[in-house]
């Protein structure tokens, strides 16, 4: 059992920055894989980026490559997402997940485990 939380979210303009953060309790959370997924208002869940449980490996969404930078610390139990040059087409609850199993994957039936969602807003 693995439980989820995310900070780091609010309001910011266009152009800056935003760090999320989720920090996982559970003793497995070394061996996951874990993405960041996110969901906007009348929108259906998209995926952002994921990582590998070794830190080795990542993916992104192409709508964010280039600006976000996903990454972990498995002695610390957390994940992060670095956000730059953020648009207002970012703005969307962001949630954190855990994987099912050893290969990234991009959609959300491959993850078992969510937290409750941050929100990000990104004014123009």
């Known amino acids: 059992q693995i439980q989820l939380v995310e900070s780091g979210g609010g309001l910011v303009q266009a152009g800056g920055s935003l760090r999320l953060s989720c920090a996982a309790s559970?003793?497995?959370?070394?061996?996951?894989?874990m993405g960041w997924f996110r969901q906007a208002p009348g929108k259906e869940r998209e995926f952002v980026a994921a990582?590998?449980?070794?830190?080795?490996?990542?993916t992104y969404a192409d709508s964010v490559k280039g600006r976000f930078t996903i990454s972990r610390s498995n002695a610390k139990h957390t994940v992060y997402l670095q956000m730059n040059s953020l648009k207002p087409e970012d703005t969307a609850v962001y949630y954190c997940?855990?994987?099912?199993?050893?290969?990234?994957?991009?959609?959300?039936?491959?993850?078992?485990?969510w937290g409750q969602g941050t929100q990000v807003t990104v004014s123009s």
């Open positions: 990582i590998s449980w070794s830190g080795g490996t990542t």
């Open positions: 559970g003793r497995t959370f070394s061996s996951k894989v």
């Open positions: 997940a855990a994987g099912l199993g050893v290969v990234i994957t991009t959609v959300p039936n491959g993850y078992g485990y």
